[in-house]
């Protein structure tokens, strides 16, 4: 049951993420974002994370994507269509992608991933929250302190940088 | 030989180096005067140790073992290269180094007490002064250097002063011409000098210079034997050495520079090319002398071929010029020609050895005299403001102390007894004749036509015609008279001195006396010398023009020099000029300039063309960037496995 | 569970979505679009750490915590990146990537 549901919501993720750039809608293209970011949450959630699909929901889906529409409505006319890139560019693109997939699959194909059979830990919030701020091998504080440094920082970047002057 | 013995006499170029370095530093902010004082003292305090050294040497040290002995009384290893190969800094106290320190320390000490007068009000007289030490701290290194490569610093140092003592008048386009002719020619022949070096360095392992004269020294004989075109390499080695002295003595082809080298101020033309520099030649010949007398004889011969000509053509020339310091300076040319010679015809060790004796005693009369005579042209020309026998006559009433005095020089120069030039060139051409007896009869000739040209400018300046000067002529300061009298006094004593029992050629004594039968010949000679001028030029007369006019060919060649210095313009220009630069300059041009000119037109190109990848478009980059990490996947993964 | 679905086949899905977005990141010339296709690019990478994380590494949550930090990352970018492109559609009154540029020879 699952692996059919694992298998629907990745051809999901694939199809909405081709489609999200090739769309020639501006809107249309970051609602195809949304889909295939709810897609990925759900993969989360049957990996038994469910903290980080939370988290992925409010602040990816939740955030960043109404952050890109309003910019959308900000800056363009909504119903343009997007240009069509040259297909000199397309090609090329569509080249390097290609040849990246096959390298990186061929890569992961021939490597022999065996399955761990410890025992899995118990990710819950209360978990998370103490290895966030734990000190030790299993602590997460600097990162925890720095990421709060850097949003502090991108904060004040982005109030700077889009000021009227 | 102890080294400590005689170190005091590494003070006397010492001395004169600081004075150098504090009159040229300081002397445009100090009275003149001053300058002139701390030279002057300076070169009084050389005259003194070397006065003082010479009698230490010579009467108290005296013989060592029948023999004066070589002391090295200062050294400093400078550069090394192997163990045995270096170049030292040092003080080498033997008889000729002696002899030219107390030559050199008298002539400049006159010439410093002379130039109070004769450079009195001269705009830059603290520049000469310090021109001045600089010259005589650099021959006096020259003179005691230990080491073959010292020697040539030195050698380099005193091209460098006369450059600078000549171009004094810098403002004068003849002056400057003149100086940079006399750099140009003896740097040239100083090229030989150092290629002769370094072969014979190279051959011989040492540039040292008692290793290398030693007679019984390895240096020599470990030289191989090996030859190209016939002559061993030793002999290149010192013929080459020898062409770099050549230049320097003014010896033929490479004389062209001392006539313009007048141009100086006379105090320079007294010191420098009568006395001092011009017999660097000479002396690196004598310092060099066991190697060229046992390894290289056919480099002696050259020595005394080009002696003799360069004599008898400087004499002939000497005899037509009109300038009385042109005449001087050819009758120096003729008198180091006779110093040459007499290196050239001397054997080793006693009796065999008269010429090299005859060679110094030479140097040390002319010095005297030959300096005697350009100070007091010095003095003539500050009187009579011109340079021309022509403008002159009559002036043994104005300058009577000049007067004496030149006379004293010119009977010395003509080798008239008792005076100091008698015997010295006696022993001359009792050397020449043990030689080769083709020597001694153009040698002799020279003496009768040294005798004639020295008195046609002595009748001519204090003789001849009674001219009206636009100012009386008054006689010189007590400063310029002074050295004029000091000098008359050696010019005529110093022939007595037993030169013999002092330097020879292996620094044992021997005894000389007069060869009446070739003494009496040379006065016969110089009196008849004497005789003609005075005929010609005692009162004023048509005979010198009858005469010029009878050998028009032959006067117009003396007169014009032989033309030798236009043959060399002539070769500069087309064959040089013409040929060479021309294909060097195309190929310079054309070559040389167009590969650097292809090289930046090729980095233009190559860079308009890769320009482009610089397009400022985001997503160039992007591709590029992703499309190198996939390169590099590639490589790390599945190339390098 | 775990073991029916091999842990390559979420690299495979991780992989295609994060070439899909270089494309989308190459050919784009709306620079929102260009943000859209980064944001593909990270979330394909945050599959694949929490890939890895639950089937080589269950003892650990390492992979998890780094998706965290890259989600959070991720926001400050886009609205750094939001805030240029605001600016620059000031400047230039488009939002066309090809017209940003000045920094070239």
């Not at chain 1, 409010?58 to 297909?87: C, K, P, Q």
């Not at chain 2, 033997?94 to 006159?110: E, G, K």
């Not at chain 2, 006379?266 to 060099?288: D, K, Q």
């Not at chain 2, 008198?335 to 010429?355: F, K, P």
């Amino acid at each position: 049951m699952e692996t059919i549901i694992f298998y629907m919501l990745a051809a999901s993720i694939v199809i909405f993420s081709v489609l999200t750039v090739t769309t020639r809608l501006i809107l249309r293209a970051a609602v195809y974002l949304l889909f295939t970011l709810l897609f990925t949450a759900a993969i989360y959630l049957m990996l038994n994370y469910q903290f980080l699909a939370a988290v992925q929901l409010t602040v990816y889906a939740g955030g960043i994507v109404i952050l890109i529409v309003f910019s959308v409505l900000l800056t363009s006319h909504i119903n343009d269509r997007l240009e069509l890139e040259s297909s000199g560019r397309r090609i090329a693109a569509g080249m390097v992608s290609l040849v990246g997939i096959i390298l990186t699959t061929a890569t992961i194909a021939n490597a022999n991933f065996a399955p761990v059979k410890t025992d899995a830990l118990t990710m819950n919030t209360k978990a998370i929250g103490n290895a966030l701020m734990s000190y030790g091998d299993n602590g997460y504080i600097l990162p925890f302190e720095v990421i709060s440094i850097l949003l502090l920082a991108a904060m004040i970047g982005a109030i700077v940088i889009a000021k009227k002057r | 030989m102890s080294e400590a013995l005689y170190s005091y006499t590494v003070l006397i170029p010492a001395v004169l180096f600081i004075s150098f370095l504090i009159t040229g530093l300081f002397g445009g902010k100090m009275n003149p005067l001053i300058s002139g004082f701390i030279s002057t003292a300076a070169i009084l305090f050389g005259l003194v140790v070397s006065y003082y050294t010479a009698y230490q040497y010579f009467i108290v040290d005296g013989l060592v073992e029948g023999a004066y002995p070589t002391h090295v009384a200062f050294d400093m290893v400078w550069l090394s290269f192997t163990s045995t190969l270096s170049i030292n800094l040092g003080v080498l106290i033997d008889p000729i180094s002696i002899l030219l320190l107390v030559v050199v320390t008298t002539v400049s000490s006159m010439v410093h007490i002379y130039s109070f007068g004769y450079m009195k009000g001269e705009f830059g007289f603290a520049r000469f002064y310090s021109f001045l030490s600089l010259f005589s701290f650099s021959m006096i290194g020259l003179v005691v250097a230990s080491n073959l490569f010292e020697m040539y610093m030195f050698w380099e140092l005193v091209g460098v002063s006369s450059y600078l003592l000549i171009g004094y008048y810098y403002q004068k386009p003849a002056a400057v011409n003149a100086s940079k002719k006399a750099f140009i020619v003896t740097r040239f022949a100083d090229f030989g000098f150092l290629t002769g070096m370094l072969l014979l360095a190279y051959f011989t392992g040492t540039f040292d210079l008692v290793a290398l004269t030693d007679p019984n020294g390895l240096a020599i004989a470990s030289a191989p034997v090996m030859g190209f075109m016939g002559l061993s390499v030793v002999t290149w080695a010192v013929g080459l050495i020898f062409i770099g002295g050549a230049g320097k003595s003014a010896m033929f082809p490479l004389h062209i520079w001392l006539p313009d080298a007048m141009e100086g101020p006379t105090p320079v033309s007294a010191l420098i090319h009568a006395a001092t520099m011009v017999v660097a030649g000479v002396y690196l010949v004598a310092r060099l002398f066991p190697i060229y007398v046992f390894s290289a004889p056919d480099a002696l011969e050259m020595v005394a071929i080009v002696g003799a000509f360069t004599s008898l053509f400087a004499a002939i020339i000497a005899v037509t010029q009109t300038d009385i310091k042109r005449v001087l300076a050819f009758s120096t040319m003729s008198q180091i020609g006779y110093m040459m010679l007499a290196l050239g015809v001397s054997g080793y060790g006693g009796e065999a050895g008269t010429g090299y004796m005859a060679s110094m005693f030479h140097l040390f009369t002319h010095a005297m005299f030959k300096s005697l005579l350009f100070l007091g042209a010095g003095a003539i020309i500050h009187a009579v403001h011109s340079n021309y026998m022509t403008e002159m006559g009559n002036l043994r009433k104005y300058l009577p102390i000049t007067h004496i005095t030149f006379l004293i020089a010119a009977l010395a120069i003509s080798g008239i007894y008792p005076m100091s030039g008698f015997f010295s060139k006696d022993e001359i051409l009792v050397a020449a004749m043990a030689n080769n007896p083709v020597y001694f009869w153009i040698e002799w000739a020279v003496a009768g036509l040294t005798a004639f040209y020295m008195f046609r400018l002595y009748f001519s300046i204090f003789w001849g015609e009674k001219r009206e000067y636009e100012h009386t002529p008054h006689e010189a300061p007590l400063s310029m008279t002074i050295p004029l009298l000091l000098l008359a006094v050696a010019s005529a004593v110093v022939g007595f001195i037993p030169f013999s029992q002092f330097v020879s050629s292996d620094s044992i004594p021997f005894d000389v006396h007069i060869h009446w039968n070739i003494a009496i010949p040379s006065l016969l000679i110089a009196a008849a010398g004497i005789g003609v001028a005075a005929f010609m030029y005692l009162k004023p007369s048509m005979t010198p023009d009858k005469v010029a006019g009878r050998l028009s060919r032959i006067y117009r060649l003396s007169y014009n020099k032989f033309y030798i210095d236009e043959i060399y313009l002539w070769f500069t220009h087309t064959i040089i000029f013409g040929i060479v630069s021309q294909a060097a300059s195309w190929f310079d041009r054309h070559i040389i300039d167009g590969f650097l000119n292809g090289l930046a037109s090729l980095t233009n190109v190559v860079s308009e063309k890769t320009k482009t990848l610089q397009s400022g478009q985001l997503q160039h980059y992007g591709i590029y960037m992703v499309s190198g990490v996939l390169a590099l996947f590639l490589i790390f993964i599945y190339w390098i496995s | 569970m775990l073991a029916d679905i091999p842990v390559e086949h979420y690299s495979y899905v991780a992989l295609f979505v994060f070439f899909a977005g270089i494309y989308g990141f190459f050919t784009r010339k709306n620079m929102i679009a260009m943000l859209i296709s980064i944001e593909l690019i990270l979330n394909a990478i945050n599959l694949q750490f929490v890939a890895f994380n639950k089937y080589l590494y269950p003892d650990l949550m390492e992979g998890m915590i780094f998706s965290l930090f890259i989600i959070g990352v991720a926001a400050a970018e886009a609205a750094v990146a939001i805030a240029i492109i605001i600016n620059v559609y000031r400047r230039l009154k488009t939002i066309n990537i090809e017209k940003v540029n000045s920094m070239k020879y």
